[in-house]
């Protein structure tokens, strides 16, 4: 078990060491690129829209509660402040990962995982084109990219979110909320939100193309390893999550 765990780990580096090269032809290389951030991030605008600001509401809802449940009086404005940073540093970056995971991740490796069974990709082969960097870094690029913009939106709306539950709930006035939201927070907890992003949007970038690039069979292995591939990505996440958290946080 762990001889063909670390052999599977080799061969997705050895991927990556074909994948991270320079492209063969930068005007195709573009249109790639542009393609994969509409298929990977634009389409996922709703998604991320929607399950931001009920997240956001549900937070701030926790967070009244707690603070409300406190031997100690704490000021309704520490919900609009609480529900800020616990989205920055935790739930924006991390949730809304795991939930493009899902989406992006069963997609790419259901779309290289086809092009594998129908012979696509041995077509590149033998036609001299690297096909890791033709399929894979266009990928890369487009969540390193888009995926921040992602989470900044996520992040808006869920506090957004908040303030909508606090108007639907009464339990907290506008103002209260607006001046929790404005308090001092130190700036190296948004730099820790977008640097953990980038990284997750790699792993969800390369682990499913990784499960795709090396299927073997047909419908049915393409389907598996769509499975497997969200599976891995997610499992990836939250060990990197963790790691992060003790590098930068601690």
Do not use: C
Not at 177 to 194: E, K, L, N, R, S
Request: proline share 4%; net charge positive.
């Amino acid at each position: 078990m762990l001889k063909r765990f670390l052999s599977e780990i080799g061969a997705y580096f050895l991927l990556l060491s074909k994948t991270l090269k320079r492209p063969q032809k930068a005007a195709i290389f573009g249109k790639l690129f542009m393609r994969e951030v509409y298929d990977l991030g634009v389409n996922s605008f709703g998604l991320v829209l929607f399950t931001s600001t009920f997240v956001g509401a549900v937070v701030a809802i926790q967070m009244f509660n707690n603070f409300s449940a406190s031997s100690f009086p704490v000021p309704n404005s520490f919900v609009g402040y609480a529900t800020k940073v616990v989205l920055i540093l935790e739930f924006a970056p991390t949730i809304i990962s795991v939930v493009l995971a899902g989406k992006v991740g069963s997609y790419i490796a259901s779309s290289i995982g086809t092009m594998r069974v129908t012979e696509q990709i041995d077509a590149l082969d033998i036609m001299g084109v690297n096909s890791p960097n033709f399929l894979i870094l266009p990928k890369i690029l487009a969540s390193i990219i888009f995926n921040p913009l992602l989470i900044a939106i996520s992040i808006v709306f869920g506090i957004w979110g908040g303030y909508l539950a606090g108007i639907a709930t009464g339990s907290w006035s506008k103002a209260d909320y607006i001046t929790g939201v404005q308090m001092y927070m130190p700036q190296h907890f948004i730099w820790y939100a977008f640097l953990k992003t980038a990284v997750f949007a790699f792993l969800i970038a390369t682990i499913p193309a990784y499960f795709g690039y090396n299927v073997k069979g047909g419908s049915l292995e393409v389907g598996r390893a769509s499975t497997q591939a969200v599976v891995w990505t997610i499992v990836s996440i939250i060990i990197m999550n963790l790691i992060l958290t003790q590098m930068f946080l601690s």
